[in-house]
């Protein structure tokens, strides 16, 4: 059995470069990207789903909960970083990288307690697989799984992305050490048209 752990789909402020409120929906491009990632989902029969409640999260869990019939439980383990006072102001307008700052925002989260976070969320990502008889499905942020990847799996050969795509699925095993058996796959949108093709690495 394993664990996937997958991005929401694309949202209007992730094509426009803008760090995102903690409210934003999916996009029309997300939503039909969550439609296809849901039928690649229900062939791998999870038996449970794990979501951020963030909307673009929760959209994207609702998807496959329609698809497989399994209702997600909501996590805030699972949230993208807090950028507070930086949410809503495009990528541009600073003349440094806010994804990567180890401080704080104003009114957000410190990189050290962002990580510290991630690993709670994978503790309890582990602890519900436990209690399963098949895969456990686990829909966060790019950020989040970024970290996950970068920090706390055995990549297992596979490199790092610069960043996570949109619908991109990554599956460990459960068992120590963690090891990757797939990183940031988009497989089910290929030769949709709905491919993630921003290059750089961008909250979400």
């Known amino acids: 059995m394993s664990i996937h752990f997958i991005r929401h789909g694309e949202t209007l402020l992730n094509a426009a470069r803008v760090i995102q409120p903690a409210d934003t929906p999916l996009g029309p491009r997300g939503l039909e990207q969550a439609e296809l990632l849901a039928q690649r989902i229900k062939a791998l029969k999870p038996a449970a789903?794990?979501?951020?409640?963030?909307?673009?999260?929760?959209?994207?869990?609702?998807?496959?909960?329609k698809a497989t019939g399994l209702a997600p439980r909501a996590t805030?383990?699972?949230?993208?970083?807090n950028f507070?006072?930086?949410r809503g102001k495009a990528h541009k307008d600073f003349s440094f990288d806010p994804m990567s700052m180890?401080?704080?925002?104003?009114?957000g989260e410190s990189l050290a307690t962002f990580h510290a976070r991630v690993e709670q969320a994978l503790q309890q990502a582990l602890a519900l697989h436990a209690?399963?008889?098949?895969?456990?499905?686990?829909?966060?942020?790019?950020?989040?799984?970024?970290?996950?990847?970068?920090?706390?799996?055995d990549l297992n050969g596979h490199t790092l992305p610069e960043?996570?795509?949109n619908t991109g699925v990554s599956t460990i095993d459960p068992a120590k050490p963690h090891r990757a058996m797939l990183v940031n796959c988009t497989i089910h949108l290929s030769g949709s048209a709905l491919a993630d093709d921003v290059k750089s690495l961008s909250g979400g």
């Open 131 to 153: 209690t399963l008889d098949g895969p456990l499905v686990v829909v966060s942020h790019g950020l989040v799984i970024h970290s996950l990847l970068g920090r706390c799996i």
């Open 163 to 165: 960043r996570i795509s």
């Open 49 to 65: 789903i794990l979501s951020s409640d963030m909307p673009r999260a929760w959209q994207t869990a609702h998807a496959i909960s």
């Open 84 to 86: 507070g006072d930086f």
């Open 76 to 81: 805030s383990l699972l949230w993208e970083r």
């Open 102 to 107: 180890e401080d704080a925002p104003p009114n």
